[in-house]
């Protein structure tokens, strides 16, 4: 359902952490898309939808969240407190993100430009587009 990808500290020494991330080596895709998500209320809940094509990684930079991820059978909860670990998701996962911490900023690296046809954003509809799927 999904991989967690470990990320290197590139920085050795006392002045910090650096972690780069190269496109088909650190990560399984070519990145066409970069966003981050931040300012959340502990009460938000984000997501609620699924994507039919797009491959993203998902990191918390600062702070952390969880992520629950279901594919249509079973569902999955992924807490990210580490700028050292990338969830890596691939296509057809329905996802919703909560319990963000106040300062916590989620970056997400997209294999694909935005295109609101690659979301499903019901989930019914997503259940009934998983079981065509198979
Ligand atoms: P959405 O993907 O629904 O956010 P989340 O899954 O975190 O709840 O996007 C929220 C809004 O931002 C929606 O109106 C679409 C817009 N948006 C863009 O314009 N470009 C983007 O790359 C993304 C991810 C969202």
């Known amino acids: ?79 990210l407190c580490d700028p050292f670990h990338a969830l890596y998701i691939k296509p057809g996962l329905w996802r919703e993100m909560y319990d963000f911490t106040s300062e916590s900023v989620l970056l997400v690296l997209a294999s694909e430009h935005y295109n609101e046809e690659d979301y499903i954003r019901n989930y019914s509809d997503f259940l009934e587009w998983k079981q065509g799927e198979s």
Do not use: W
């Open 1 to 79: 359902m999904y991989e967690i990808i470990s990320l290197q500290d590139k920085n050795a020494g006392d002045t910090g952490f650096l972690v780069p991330i190269e496109e088909m080596l650190d990560i399984p895709f070519f990145i066409k898309r970069i966003y981050y998500i931040g300012g959340v209320s502990a009460s938000a809940r984000r997501g609620y939808h699924a994507h039919r094509n797009l491959e993203q990684v998902l990191i918390c930079v600062i702070g952390s969240v969880k992520i629950l991820l279901d594919d249509g059978n079973e569902k999955k909860v992924i807490e």
